[in-house]
């Protein structure tokens, strides 16, 4: 099975900084044949199912604000909030996809208030 | 716009069969071009994707770690797919929700607002 490890747990950051957060694939998740990661990224907030992100590693979901880039191929992948919000305080999970080991979420991180 | 809406017993005894219904609005479930699967959290913690249903072709396709236990279907007169999980425990006790990957994209675009299941005597 392919492990995602996400870095840091949890994270404390001011309103107007940037957080990064990374995600670490046990096997490349890279498609040599059409050049896509299929990585994802999703936010969830308390109650709420999570809401996607970022997708292909670095495509943007429609909707979802400039702020958020997501970067990396391979094994390592970083979500980017550039410049933090009052409604960014939340959960991030990171999400793969394998045809071996289909559809498995990093553990989470939380964004807290610094 | 996609609606997905999970149903059913949010109780269940242990060793029994949990079983869940999503409704699907917006979008017809035999399209063929979405996998339909289920997704569960466990209180406090991380998700875990149990399995899919693809209408074209009617194949399904489950977690190692849950296929001896899972069936999920579709009934697409109803426009709703559904889950079965056999043998349940406290450990399957969780939140679970049904969503939506359109094919060889491999991430969920629509998800439903899950239902507490609690496996409990």
Not at chain 1, 85 to 101: E, H, K, V
Not at chain 2, 36 to 65: F, V
Not at chain 2, 71 to 87: C, E, G, K, V
């Amino acid at each position: 099975d392919i492990v995602m490890t996400q870095s840091p747990d949890s994270l404390a950051v001011s309103l107007g900084e940037r957080a990064t957060i990374n995600c670490k694939s046990s096997q490349k998740i890279l498609y040599t044949s059409n050049n896509k990661n299929y990585l994802a990224w999703y936010q969830q907030k308390p109650g709420q199912p999570p809401k996607l992100l970022i997708y292909w590693a670095s495509t943007r979901e429609s909707g979802v604000p400039d702020r958020f880039s997501g970067s990396g191929s391979g094994t390592d992948f970083t979500l980017t909030i550039s410049s933090l919000q009052p409604d960014d305080f939340a959960t991030y999970y990171c999400q793969q996809f394998n045809t071996y080991s289909p559809w498995t979420f990093g553990q989470g991180t939380k964004v807290e208030i610094k | 716009q996609v609606q997905l809406q999970e149903s059913g017993p949010g109780l269940v005894k242990p060793s029994q069969t949990l079983s869940l219904t999503c409704t699907v609005s917006g979008g017809s479930i035999s399209s063929g071009d979405y996998y339909w699967s289920w997704i569960r959290q466990p209180p406090g913690k991380g998700l875990e994707w149990i399995g899919y249903i693809y209408y074209s072709g009617g194949t399904s396709y489950y977690n190692p770690s849950l296929k001896s236990r899972v069936t999920i279907s579709a009934d697409t007169s109803r426009n709703q797919f559904s889950l079965r999980l056999n043998s349940v425990t406290a450990a399957d006790t969780a939140v679970y929700y049904c969503a939506r990957d359109l094919e060889r994209a491999y991430y969920f675009d629509y998800w439903g607002q899950g239902t507490l299941v609690t496996v409990s005597s």
